[in-house]
């Protein structure tokens, strides 16, 4: 099943606030295209997309739609003061050398050590990997945004992942409508539990070791 328009936001306002002064931001397509909304207006932030924009804004008000100004997914965007636009083969350069502060993509799984696979489930036609293959290795931190369970029920987050990988120990953080965690040295890091979700909710539903800090805050 998948999670509700407040649930998919309430993981997008969580994420936002590891966007600081200065960052230069890829958003992915999915959860991650709603963070836009969420960075405070007094930080000085140069979101990235993969089509060719730098100084993307957020969602346009209704009616205000520019059907030639879209993010990576197609959806209209706002631009910033001092925006400027080029041809896709210049956002990979960027990506590639490097120069991304932060990426926040979706994913399929994700494993204890911080591999992510969000790319392909055998047997389904998908266009390609997209950008998700570049950005996952190139950007500072990357920061997976996703339902903690599939409409099944299995757990997302596991031990090893079943699907192909995009990239190897990659993700940094993984937010859900449970939990935030940290991928660090090989593990995995419990932080914060989603208010109204408890620890033993969030460790009965990961299929992965999960180190419990001392003193886990609840994000409302």
């Known amino acids: 099943m998948g999670l509700g328009i407040e649930t998919r936001h309430r993981i997008a306002r969580r994420a936002a606030l590891e966007i600081k002064d200065g960052m230069t931001v890829n958003l992915g397509i999915g959860i991650p295209t709603l963070v836009a909304d969420y960075i405070p207006k ?6 990235h997309t993969e089509n060719g924009i730098l100084g993307m804004g957020g969602s346009p008000a209704e009616g205000k739609e520019d059907g030639n100004l879209s993010n990576a997914g197609g959806y209209p965007v706002t631009i910033q003061p001092g925006a400027s636009y080029f041809d896709s083969a210049t956002a990979f ?6 120069l991304l502060d932060v990426t926040i993509l979706g994913a399929l799984e994700v494993s204890e050590k911080g591999d992510i696979a969000n790319w392909i489930v055998p047997g389904k036609r998908v266009p390609g990997m997209g950008g998700a293959i570049d950005l996952a ?4 931190k990357v920061i997976i945004l996703m339902n903690h369970t599939d409409k099944f029920g299995n757990p997302k987050i596991v031990k090893n992942c079943s699907l192909p990988l995009t990239v190897r120990e990659g993700a940094h953080m993984i937010i859900t409508e449970k939990a935030v965690f940290h991928c660090e040295y090989g593990q995995l890091f419990l ?5 109204p979700y408890t620890v033993e909710d ?3 539903t990961t299929g992965a070791a999960v180190i419990v ?4 805050s609840v994000f409302q």
């Open 93 to 98: 350069g960027i990506i590639r050398k490097g």
């Open 191 to 195: 932080r914060e539990v989603m208010n």
């Open 213 to 216: 800090d001392e003193k886990v």
């Open 42 to 47: 007094e930080l000085h932030i140069m979101l």
């Open 137 to 140: 290795q190139k950007a500072k």
């Open 202 to 204: 969030v460790i009965n």
